[in-house]
């Protein structure tokens, strides 16, 4: 037994010899030599060394069984040095931890940073998720934040760790809220105005889900304007080059859906609304029923380059069904534009509007702002209508169908529409001067009455046939407040009368009311027969002037929109045309 166990340590101190052989010929790149055991009949074995450190003697079979394992050997052992120095240098380098993270932020922004969880991950791609993100107002955590983040997920790839690199791959948001101050507020900043944003950092792309983008007075004037951004993807995004966009968002007014594209950048660190940003856009669905004076469904399609402060915007708009609430008589609309929006302000400066609708064209220019920051926005333009017509006019603005006059049109005035709920002709401002041609009345009696004065006062008698005479050089101005329209100047002429009147139309009732004075060819007392003609003929003296062909006699229109009439404006109720 003693004999056994003393050759069985002696095979064991063999195998510890053999082992570190190996270990050495890995270690030195040489080959180790086999020392072969035979067993003799009772058991006991004795080695027999045929090859030690290169000797001869070994079998060409346990030759190679040799080789090879010492081969795969030497390749795990490698394997596994470098997985440790792989796992050592990531852990040196990793760029995903809570205080790497919040200082990439911090550097990016130039401000305080809070992150409330960190998740990290290593596969597919090594990164992060952190939860609760804040990025204060600069360095000061007492004011509202500039940004927060639900869920911010950043995504790296391994050889770029490797690499030293700050190239990451992703980086995507989850319900991002950001505030914007306007009012010339800046957030204040350690940088130089040369620093780029962010300029050692490149993403792959950035998409932001659930966006809510909101521009609020530093001085608290009025509530904030707000964009809904239910997606947005940027790439590639980095503080030095410009990025390419896309975005799906919400218009609050009018409310609607906008889709963009184009690119954006790069990032002005030392003036934010100086940024450059340029593309294509389409607006769907807009509502124009916010306004609640007006209604219909505006569609627009356009591009638009400049900073974000000064952003040129040429495009077109339909509405297939444009009313003016107080007449609701559909139209269809279409306009194209050349405007500058302040994408600080949300002003928008009116360079050119060129509308049609019916058979009618309007051209002007304008702007939609406030007059002080604490104001809702208002509406002032400067239109003019070279060639319209008055009944298409009278179609949109006033409840009579069909429109009671008719003819071609001329205007131009200066529009103001201040903001409110009241009723459009309430709140309607405007000034100007507008002239008719070929004007006629839609209503068969009230173009009777007229053709009947005119054939009186030509001398005519009223059984000479019916003809359709029409009212030329109809002009004059027009000063609209309050819902009422005041005019003033208004000359007409039709054949054997010439008129100039003055007076009011109160928009809202509807209601007439003007006084003047009618020229007429021939003298008073001819515009009719008997005892009435008498009864003229001593009053002529008062109404017509010496050596005056014809007679100047004071006239009035009243009544309610097409329901008119047109007589003698005496102290007494004297009898009409």
């Given amino acids: 037994m003693s004999r056994w166990r003393t050759r069985a340590a002696i095979d064991v101190l063999g195998y510890q010899i053999l082992a570190a052989f190996i270990l050495a010929g890995i270690v030195n790149g040489h080959d180790v030599g086999v020392i ?10 004795k080695p027999n060394a045929t090859r030690f450190m290169g000797g001869a003697g070994v079998q060409s079979d346990h030759k190679r069984w040799s080789i090879a394992r010492s081969k795969w050997f030497r390749i795990g052992v490698l394997f596994v040095a ?26 990016a922004a130039d401000a305080k940073v809070d992150i409330s969880s960190l998740q990290l991950t290593f596969l597919p791609f090594p990164g992060c998720i952190a939860k609760g993100v804040v990025i204060h107002r600069g360095n000061n955590p007492g004011t509202p934040p500039l940004i927060t983040i639900g869920t911010l997920t950043i995504e790296g790839e391994y050889y770029r760790i490797f690499s030293f690199s700050k190239h990451l791959r992703s980086i995507r948001t989850e319900g991002m809220r950001i505030r914007i101050l306007t009012d010339g507020a800046k957030m204040p900043s350690n940088r130089r105005d040369d620093d780029q944003l962010g300029a050692d950092v490149v993403m792959d792309e950035l998409i932001a889900n659930r966006t809510s983008l909101e521009f609020i007075s530093a001085k608290g004037h009025g509530p904030p304007f707000a964009l809904t951004i239910h997606r947005a993807k940027l790439a590639p995004v980095s503080g030095h080059q410009a990025l390419y966009f896309e975005t799906d968002l919400h218009v609050p007014e009018p409310p609607g859906e906008v889709h963009a594209n184009g690119h954006f950048g790069p990032w002005n660190k030392g003036d934010a609304f100086g940024t450059p940003v340029s593309g294509i856009y389409s607006f769907k669905g807009a509502d124009l029923g916010f306004a609640q004076s007006i209604g219909g469904i505006l569609d627009s399609q356009g591009h638009y380059a400049g900073t974000i402060r000064r952003i040129q915007v040429q495009g077109t708009t339909a509405v297939p069904e444009f009313v003016v609430r107080s007449a609701d008589h559909p139209a269809k609309l279409e306009t194209s534009f050349d405007a500058v929006v302040d994408g600080q302000t949300g002003d928008v400066s009116l360079r050119s509007i060129d509308a049609h609708f019916r058979r009618s064209a309007v051209m002007g220019n304008g702007a939609i702002r406030t007059q002080s920051p604490q104001d809702a926005k208002r509406v002032s333009l400067a239109l003019a209508v070279p060639k319209g017509r008055i009944e298409d006019f009278l179609y949109l603005f006033t409840e009579d169908s069909p429109p009671g006059l008719l003819g071609d049109m001329t205007l131009e005035c200066n529009v103001v529409l201040p903001p409110g709920s009241d009723a459009f002709w309430r709140k309607l401002q405007m000034d100007g001067r507008f002239g008719i041609a070929k004007a006629r009345f839609s209503q068969s009696t009230t173009q009777a009455g007229l053709n009947r004065i005119s054939r009186r006062a030509q001398g005519e008698k009223d059984d000479v046939a019916e003809e359709q005479n029409v009212l030329s050089n109809l002009q004059g101005r027009l000063s609209v407040s309050e819902g009422t329209a005041r005019l003033s100047n208004v000359t ?46 001593l009053i002529e003296p008062i109404v017509q002037k010496r050596r005056q062909k014809g007679a100047d006699v004071p006239i009035k229109i009243t009544g309610s929109w097409g329901h008119t009439s047109l007589g003698l404006d005496l102290k007494k109720d004297v009898s009409k045309f």
């Fill in 82 to 107: 470098l997985l440790l120095a792989a796992c050592g240098l990531l852990a040196a380098r990793w760029p995903f931890t809570r205080s790497a993270v919040v200082k990439a932020l911090e550097d």
């Fill in 492 to 537: 007409f002429d039709m054949p054997g009368v010439s008129a100039r009147l003055s007076g009011t139309y109160d928009l809202l009732k509807k209601v007439v009311n003007l006084h003047g004075t009618a020229h007429l060819d021939v003298s008073l007392s001819k515009t009719t027969k008997g005892i009435k003609s008498f009864l003229l003929k």
């Fill in 36 to 45: 072969r055991y035979e067993s003799d009949r009772n058991g006991a074995g």
